[in-house]
């Protein structure tokens, strides 16, 4: 009987996971993309999107170099069941490089393809994000606010009662740890939680509401809340939205 350790399986080599982030509106990605991440999606064939066909229309405003029709989409957003998120990774098991591309922004931040990339690092799959425009990051960098400690909480509860006490909180939260508060809310409620900040903070917090980021429409305005209600509010109804809190 031989001794020697028979050879294990020669694992093909893994592709690459290319996080590729989009405009954040109707804005030409030559604009807000660099070039290397412009060639990156230019040469790549298979894909993992929120939504196949706006994906499609971003590669097609990009110029790939393959036709349409060779160019693979895979969906991966909120209806996606955990159990199929694995599949979506295959050609990247299998050699072929793959990009990960959200709706708006970067993949990954408040967006459902954070869950290919860690299981792209579970399987050693080697992950790349790329650079290009973060509404979140933008809306920091503009609002004044503390960028040296900052969160981030998504969405706040829809209800008006809730909403609001989930607001006192983070403004508490904000005032002892000197911490900068961001969240954003669906763009047909942003009015609602405008009115919210302004109607149950304290006069001296600081709130900024970063608009239409990137676009051509984009207003950034911070102020105190006693100065927000002396104003002419915005109008920011289903315009895409950053709201940042500093108590």
Request: glycine letters at 6%; proline letters at 9%; hydrophobic letters at 45%.
């Amino acid at each position: 009987m031989s001794s020697a350790r028979e050879a294990e399986p020669v694992r093909p080599p893994r592709g690459h996971l290319y996080l590729i982030p989009v405009p954040l509106g109707q804005t030409p990605p030559v604009s807000v993309l660099p070039d290397p991440v412009l060639a990156c999606t230019r040469r790549l064939t298979h894909f993992v999107a929120e939504n196949a066909r706006t994906a499609r229309a971003f590669i097609r405003s990009v110029g790939s170099t393959w036709p349409l029709q060779q160019i693979l989409i895979s969906e991966l957003n909120e209806h996606t069941p955990a159990s199929e998120v694995a599949s979506l990774l295959e050609p990247a098991l299998a050699g072929t490089d793959l990009g990960l591309v959200s709706e708006s922004g970067c993949p990954g931040v408040a967006d459902p393809g954070a869950a290919l990339v860690a299981l792209a690092h579970r399987l050693d799959v080697p992950v790349h994000p790329l650079i290009g425009p973060s509404s979140i990051l933008l809306a920091l960098m503009g609002s004044g606010l503390s960028g040296q400690n900052f969160a981030f909480h998504g969405y706040l509860p829809t209800a008006t009662a809730d909403r609001e006490r989930r607001l006192q909180v983070l403004e508490k939260e904000s005032r002892i740890l000197r911490r900068t508060q961001i969240f954003i809310e669906t763009p047909y409620r942003n009015a609602h939680l405008l009115a919210s900040l302004i109607r149950v903070c304290a006069p001296g917090t600081l709130i900024c509401v970063a608009t239409d980021l990137t676009l051509d429409s984009q207003q950034i305005s911070t102020h105190a809340v006693a100065e927000w209600r002396r104003r002419l509010l915005p109008a920011i109804d289903r315009r895409p939205s950053v709201f940042l809190l500093q108590a």
